[in-house]
């Protein structure tokens, strides 16, 4: 079943400053680093799964993908895919989210309804 893919709003500025880093030293691998990304997440409408289950949280419905050197992270919804972020891959989840209990995390991640999303 295919589900619709939402980025987290402040995805597009996270992408957009990094292909402005990228493109300080080349305009060409900014360009297509972007477009990684966007194929990565356009290939979950049909292959949820494909990422995998984060491991600081263990939970199956919270999935990540690699793109050179960061992580995509996505929650699965059962008709659709939400919050797609990028993270650098270095980093643990918890680090980055802030220092919540695991638990917290998961509660704050799968109930998006809360979280402003659009369409791919």
């Known amino acids: 079943m295919a589900r619709e893919v939402n980025w987290a709003y402040e995805a597009a500025a996270d992408i957009e400053a990094l292909a402005e880093y990228i493109a300080r030293d080349s305009a060409f691998y900014a ?3 972007v477009q990684e990304i966007r194929d990565a997440s356009r290939s979950l409408n049909e292959l949820p799964g494909r990422g995998r289950i984060v491991p600081e949280l263990g939970n199956p419905n919270i999935r990540e993908l690699f793109v050179r050197g960061y992580r995509l992270i996505y ?3 059962e008709s659709r895919i939400v ?3 990028p993270y650098p891959w270095q980093k643990r989840f918890e680090k980055v989210m ?5 638990k917290d995390l998961t509660v704050n991640f799968v109930y998006l309804p809360k979280v402003k999303c659009h369409t791919v």
């Open 83 to 85: 919050n797609i972020r």
């Open 75 to 77: 929650g699965i919804e």
């Open 98 to 102: 802030g220092e919540r209990k695991e």
């Open 31 to 33: 360009s297509a680093f």
